[in-house]
């Protein structure tokens, strides 16, 4: 299944657009996440990981 929502992210006064898709299968439970080529998009990913945690959510160990 795919899901798809539009949102926005502030920078200092500006807006910037952001398309968010997400898709889910009976796999193994992980994420990606993709942007622009620099350090930021790497650090997401273990920002996404520490809300989980501080929502006491986790992500299943099996399918």
């Known amino acids: 299944m795919v ?3 539009q949102t926005v992210a502030f920078q200092v006064i500006d807006t910037l657009h ?4 997400a898709h889910t299968a009976n796999s193994l439970p992980s994420f990606t996440i993709v942007g ?4 930021a998009v790497g650090k997401k990913q ?3 990981g520490a809300a989980l945690g ?3 959510l986790t ?3 099996q399918r």
């Open 3 to 5: 899901a798809r929502i």
């Open 18 to 21: 952001i398309d968010v898709q």
């Open 36 to 39: 622009p080529p620099d350090n």
């Open 46 to 48: 273990e920002r996404v």
């Open 54 to 56: 501080a929502h006491s």
């Open 59 to 61: 992500l299943p160990l």
